[in-house]
């Protein structure tokens, strides 16, 4: 059963333009969220992130936006650059569960057009 | 510079050979954790530990097994019950243990693959 779902495969998008990219989430005792971005045989590198007591962060070019009645969060980039084509994970935590574990999304591959 | 250090950047293993993933954390972390990442999926969390001397299994920890007999090192040990070993493996560590709402930051991953 897959908690943190990334439903968009792969996104491309025009430099310059906002890239949208999309989580949705089942468990409803997720309280945090992070982005993480990802290069092809790389680590993850983290982004931004977001509590559950908001509904919005920003930093820079990135907004986290988080629906928690639809249980779905989306990342926003703008303007969209060349570099940041790389694929996106989403990954949420229950904090309060006692144990500290994050569930990842299958990620979207973002490719940003020059 | 701080950071996560994994070594070797590929690894190759033999039918029936047991081989050791090693990951190195200079950041004062509690917690660590390894990954395992399949084309196509998101990660999936083999086991963590949020204290030295103490470790616990995640969702796939079948023909896996770990030690973390110092805080800085948590190496990952791919037995020969692993059927499918073939994978980028992803070790990463945070600062705090349960309950509170840190990041986690990663290592550059190993590759392992099959002979």
């Known amino acids: 059963d897959q908690q943190v779902k990334q439903n968009s495969p792969s996104l491309s998008v025009q430099e310059g333009r906002i890239s949208i990219l999309n989580c949705d989430y089942t468990?409803?005792?997720?309280?945090?969220f992070l982005w993480y971005k990802k290069y092809p045989a790389e680590g993850p590198t983290f982004l931004i992130s977001?509590?559950?007591?908001?509904d919005k962060n920003e930093d820079g070019r990135f907004t986290v936006f988080l629906n928690k009645s639809a249980k779905h969060l989306s990342l926003h980039i703008v303007p969209s650059q060349p570099g940041d084509s790389a694929v996106y994970f989403c990954a949420a935590s229950a904090t309060t569960s006692g144990t500290y574990k994050y569930i990842f999304g299958t990620g979207t591959r973002l490719k940003v057009l020059a | 510079d701080g950071g996560i250090t994994q070594s070797p950047k590929y690894l190759f293993r033999k039918e029936g050979q047991n081989v050791t993933l090693s990951c190195e954390q200079n950041l004062n972390h509690d917690a660590m954790y390894w990954y395992r990442q399949d084309p196509g999926q998101g990660l999936r969390l083999i086991y963590y530990?949020?204290?030295?001397?103490?470790?616990q299994k995640g969702d796939i920890a079948e023909g896996y097994s770990v030690s973390r007999e110092k805080k800085e090192s948590f190496p990952l040990t791919v037995t020969s019950a692993q059927k499918n070993p073939t994978a980028f493996y992803l070790c990463?560590?945070?600062?705090?243990?349960?309950?509170?709402?840190?990041?986690?930051?990663f290592g550059p991953g190993t590759r392992l693959l099959v002979l």
């Open positions: 530990s949020q204290i030295v001397n103490d470790f």
């Open positions: 990463a560590s945070s600062m705090e243990p349960s309950g509170i709402q840190e990041t986690q930051y």
């Open positions: 977001i509590s559950s007591i908001k």
């Open positions: 468990n409803s005792m997720f309280d945090y």
